[in-house]
């Protein structure tokens, strides 16, 4: 039996399109956690270095590292697409927002078997999350400046 007859609608039929779908996987996963920490770290980094005045510092700083931010958000999303619709799981429609589906009275087993979420979306919300509990650990038990007493 010929195995691309039998293959089920949204998988990709060839090596090579499963080779690409993995590896567009990885790229979004690690593209995610790279917006999220790595692009402020080195921002900052690369700020320290170019610069020798705190407020030089702070202003490339306030410049550079949310437009790397975007343009990097926005290579992520065409990654996305690109990877969405190798896997036949592009979105159909016009659904609402993911941000907006808890509001509405949808129910997750109805979302889950419409196709679930995109992998943009997930790799996104936990590669934050995971930035905000890093900036926490760090902030209350790394951080050697101490809080200046109230008033």
Do not use: C
Not at 126 to 149: E, G, K, R
């Amino acid at each position: 039996m010929n195995a691309s007859v039998v293959q089920p609608e949204g998988t990709p039929h060839s090596w090579s399109e499963r080779v690409a779908v993995a590896a567009l996987a990885v790229v979004i996963v690690l593209g995610s956690a790279l917006v999220w920490i790595g692009v402020p770290v080195a921002g900052l980094w690369v700020a320290g270095r170019i610069t020798t005045d705190p407020l030089r510092f702070v202003m490339f700083a306030l410049l550079a590292i949310p437009s790397t931010m975007v343009a990097l958000g926005w290579l992520l999303y065409r990654a996305g697409g690109y990877y969405e619709r190798l896997r036949g799981t592009e979105r159909r429609g016009s659904a609402p927002p993911s941000w907006r589906s808890s509001l509405s009275e949808e129910r997750a087993s109805d979302r889950r078997r419409k196709g679930g979420r995109p992998l943009i979306d997930i790799a996104m919300t936990a590669s934050a999350v995971a930035a905000l509990v890093v900036m926490a650990i760090w902030f209350f038990f790394y951080a050697t400046t101490t809080l200046a007493p109230l008033p």
